[in-house]
């Protein structure tokens, strides 16, 4: 294989890699429930924890919507949602694709 082969093949594979790492992973957050969401998480599917509240001092109103740009910076596309409620309840999704969406609901 000559230099030039493996030079080309090298570039193809590293603007392969970048284009899977520069992925728009900006996701509309839906309430589409009747109670208020207090509490948003968004982790990596690899993770065993839930990172930090994303809406942090806010809170999502029946009805409305908040842009997250949901990346944590390892590239990952696979995400679990969870929703906290004012009233304790949680909805929990897993294995959101944030690469493939740019809108996820929280429904009753």
Partial sequence: ???LTILTAA???TAFAS???AENR???VNNRTSGNIVQFFASN???NNWEEDILGVDV???GESVDVDIDDGTGACGFDFKAVFDDGAT???GGVDVCEIS???FTE
Avoid: H
């Fill in 1 to 3: 294989m000559s230099r």
């Fill in 11 to 13: 570039l193809a594979a």
């Fill in 19 to 21: 284009a899977a790492l």
């Fill in 26 to 28: 900006e996701v509309t």
């Fill in 45 to 47: 599917t690899g993770t």
């Fill in 60 to 62: 999502l109103a029946p």
């Fill in 91 to 93: 909805a929990v999704k």
């Fill in 103 to 105: 809108e996820f609901d």
